[in-house]
C-alpha cells in the first residue's frame, strides 16, 4: 500500500535516475566501448520537460517515505481529515463516492429497502492532504464504507429494435432493468497504517 | 361473401386505430417537418430511430472510453509523464482503477492524480534501473512481486 502526500512544494517522494538520453536499447549495458552519450545531441534526444535527477541517496529517500507516512498516520489518529472520498468496488464498476453520495445500480441486489451495507472493495480513499492508494484493495480494517439501499424500482422500458432494409425484417422488444438506489452513510478511516 | 343487412355489408374496422397511431406519433414529436405529423413518414422516422438508439447503445461506450483515455493523457502531460507509461506502470503497480474513476479524479482531485503520477514514475524509474542496471541494486519499494488474490 503506497501512501503519498499531496501537498505541493517540499518534498518529491520519487527518486529520478540520471539516465541516458532517449531510446537506449535494453541490449545495451554500461560497458561499451563508446563512452558518453551513444547518440548525437539533437532536439529530440531529451524529453522536453524539464529532467533534473535529485542528488537523494536512498536513507534520505526512506527517511522522508517514513516522514511522510507518520504524518499521515497522525492525520488518521487526530481524525485532522474533512471529508472523505473513497474509490469503491460495487457490481461490477468502480465508483467514487463521498458522504451523503446517491448510487443508481443497473441490477438487482440481494437487500431490502432499508438495510445497512457495508461497501466491502475499497480501492482508494482520499481526504483533502493524504490519498490513500491501494494495491489493488486496501485492508478491511482500514477503510470502512456503509451504505443503505434507498430504492429498488425498474428502469424506464428501453427500446431494442433490429431493422434491416430491403428483407422485410423487424423485431421490435422492450427491455426493462431493474434498478437500485443507493446512499453512502459514512466512509470512516480506522488509525493503524503501518 | 354473405351479408344479409345493408349495415353489414358497411366495413368495420378496429375501434382504437386512433390510439394506435397517437402511440407511434408521441415519439416522433419533437422531429422536424412532416414526419412530425404525418403517420407514413412517422413510421419510417421513428423505426430509425429506435434503430439508431440501439445501436448506439453500444458506440456509447466506447466514445465513452476514448474520451476517459484522452483526458488521462492530457493530464499526465502535465505531469510531465505519458499516458502509455502511466497506464502500464499502474498496472504493474497493481493499482487497479479504471479509466472512468481515474478521468473524474483527474479533473475533481488533482492532488490525487499528482500522486498516482508519482507512483507510476517511480514505478518507471525502478524498472529502468532494473532493465539497465547490472541487477545489483536492492529492488524498489513498488516493484515487489504482490500476489494478487
Known amino acids: ?194 | 361473401m354473405v351479408f344479409l343487412t345493408l349495415p353489414l355489408w358497411i366495413r368495420n374496422r378496429g375501434p382504437d386505430r386512433f390510439w394506435k397511431v397517437q402511440d407511434l406519433l408521441k415519439h416522433a414529436r419533437h422531429f422536424r417537418g412532416r414526419k412530425n405529423r404525418c403517420y407514413s413518414l412517422a413510421v419510417r422516422a421513428v423505426r430509425r430511430a429506435f434503430v439508431y438508439a440501439t445501436k448506439s447503445r453500444k458506440l456509447k461506450k466506447r466514445n465513452m472510453r476514448t474520451l476517459w483515455i484522452s483526458r488521462i493523457a492530457a493530464a499526465t502531460r502535465e505531469h510531465g509523464m505519458k499516458y502509455p507509461a502511466l497506464i502500464h506502470n499502474l498496472t504493474k503497480s497493481s493499482v487497479q482503477l479504471n479509466r472512468r474513476v481515474i478521468s473524474d479524479l483527474a479533473i475533481t482531485e488533482p492532488r490525487t492524480f499528482q500522486s498516482l503520477a508519482k507512483i507510476a514514475k517511480a514505478r518507471q524509474q525502478e524498472g529502468f534501473r532494473a532493465a539497465l542496471g547490472d541487477g545489483k541494486e536492492p529492488p524498489g519499494v513498488l516493484s515487489r512481486i504482490v500476489m494478487l488474490q
Open chain 1, 1 to 194: 500500500m503506497a501512501a503519498s502526500r499531496g501537498l505541493t512544494g517540499l518534498w518529491r517522494t520519487c527518486v529520478t535516475l540520471r539516465r541516458p538520453p532517449f531510446c537506449v536499447p535494453a541490449a545495451v549495458r554500461t560497458q561499451s566501448s563508446v563512452s558518453g552519450d551513444l547518440l548525437p545531441r539533437t532536439s529530440l534526444s531529451r524529453p522536453p520537460w524539464a529532467d533534473e535527477p535529485s542528488p537523494v541517496g536512498l536513507e534520505e529517500e526512506q527517511q522522508r517515505h517514513a516522514a511522510v507516512v507518520s504524518a499521515v498516520n497522525q492525520r488518521i489518529q487526530n481524525r485532522d481529515f474533512g471529508r472523505l472520498f473513497a474509490v469503491v468496488h460495487f457490481a461490477g464498476r468502480q465508483w467514487k463516492v463521498t458522504n451523503e453520495d446517491l448510487i443508481l445500480i443497473e441490477n438487482h441486489i440481494d437487500a431490502e429497502c432499508g438495510d445497512r451495507i457495508r461497501v466491502e472493495k475499497v480501492l482508494l480513499v482520499g481526504a483533502e492532504d493524504f490519498t490513500l492508494v491501494g494495491r489493488p484493495l486496501l485492508g478491511r480494517e482500514l477503510a470502512r464504507v456503509e451504505a443503505t439501499v434507498i430504492e429498488k424500482t425498474e428502469s424506464w422500458p428501453k427500446v431494442h429494435m433490429r431493422f434491416w432494409k430491403r428483407h422485410r425484417y423487424q423485431r421490435k422488444r422492450m427491455i426493462v432493468q431493474p434498478q437500485t438506489v443507493l446512499r453512502i452513510n459514512s466512509i470512516d478511516l480506522a488509525p493503524n497504517l503501518s
